[in-house]
Every structure is written in structure tokens, then in C-alpha cells.
């Protein structure tokens, strides 16, 4: 009998490891993943280059009168058989990773008219089942109604040190105090935005990171998708 594809929902604060685990999940269930962050991410990169975002000014309007100019979509890279980010159509999974980006985010996933453009297309990959996707509001707003819900949180300390180190990893010059600073106003603006606000699903479960090790995070959470797609054939 073939095994009932269910939806995997991950939230939680910036740099938690969502996307570490998402993927590791993914592969092992042969499910497709999808990093939400990365569409709000192409936006911001988009609005950048039009130069609707210049230093902390945004021009919103402009942005919001220009969204159908945008397409966000993934291909998969063969070399590591994961999914990349294109903006209309060019890979741009390294341009948006910079601090650089992630310091004006927040600001663009806060626009009502952006979420409500890239939930849809979020809601579409999610149709057919089979997929771990995540995020902030992916158990709230994008599937509520997901088999399985995942919180992921950790110190804002822990987080800041994994960021800069995958920074200085990357080739980024950045100083750990402007890491920390970015996790924490990000936390901040994500958590207490108007549309959609980081918050824990009251049915998702938190995984707290802060002293575990991957793998025994990664066990956890997969012994979790096993019990609950056994609990939904
Ligand atoms: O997961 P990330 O750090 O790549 O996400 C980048 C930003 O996008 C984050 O600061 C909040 C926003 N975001 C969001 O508002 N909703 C999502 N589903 C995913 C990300």
C-alpha cells in the first residue's frame, strides 16, 4: 500500500535550524521542501535592485504596484538535489543569503499584498501533499490544517553564533554583534507584525534546540513524521 503523503509544517525564530532539518527530513521521506524565507527573500532582493529599498527608506507602493512583474520559483540544483530560489527565473539561492538582505526582510514580509502573492503560490506547491515546508506562518496561515506541526526555537545567543559562522563560511565579512543584532530585531519585527505575526500554532510542538545535537534533533523530529503519518492512513 502506498504511504499516506501527509504536510509538514515548520516555524520558529531566524537561524533555528529549520531549514537544516527540513531538508534532512525531506530527503529521508522523499518529500519536496520548500524554504519559505527564500521567497520573501528573492522580494526583498527584487525591491533592492529596483531600488524601492534605499538605505532604511522602502517605497511600498512602488513595490506593491509592481508585484505581478515578480515570479519566485525553484529548481532543483542536481549536484546537491536541492531546491534554489529563481527571481523571474534566475538563480539567485547566494544573492539572497548576504546580511544585506536580511536586514530589510522583515520590512517586505510585514506588506500584506506580498504575503497574500507568495501564501498562494506557497498553498499551490502544498496541494498533492508530500511536502515539508517552512517558515513563521506556515502552521497558522499557509496549512493549518497540516498533519504535523513543528515550533523550532533556541537562545538568540546560540542562533546569532550558528548565523556568523555560516557568514564567515560563505565569504561574508560581518562582526557577531551585527549577526545578533540582525537575529534579534528580526525576531522582534516578525513577531509583531500585523499580518500573520511568528506565533506557535496551539497544535504545533516545540522543539528546542538550544542543547541538542543534530542528529538527535534530526531522530526526534523524524520518529514524529513517522508516528503521524502511521496515525494518518
Ligand atoms: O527563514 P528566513 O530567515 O530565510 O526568513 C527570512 C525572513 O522572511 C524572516 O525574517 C521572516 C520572513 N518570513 C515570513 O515572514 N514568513 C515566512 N513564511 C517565511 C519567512
Redesign the pocket.
Known sequence: MDQTRIIIAI?GY??TG??TVAKQLAKRLNYIYV???????AVTLYAMRKGYIISTNLNKEALINDLDSIVVSFEINTATGLGEVLLNGTNVENEIRGLDV?SH??QI?AIPEV?RKLVDLQQRMGKDKGIVM?????GTV?FPDAELKLFMTATAKDRAERRYKELLESGEEVSYEDVLKNVVD?DH??STRKD?P?KKADDAITIDNSNLTLEDQFDQILALANKTILNTQ
Open positions: 516555524d531566524s537561524s529549520k531549514s524554504d519559505t524565507g527564500a521567497m520573501y527573500r536580511a526582510v522583515s514580509a504575503r517552512d517558515g513563521r506562518d506556515i499557509v528580526r519585527l516578525d500573520s511568528l
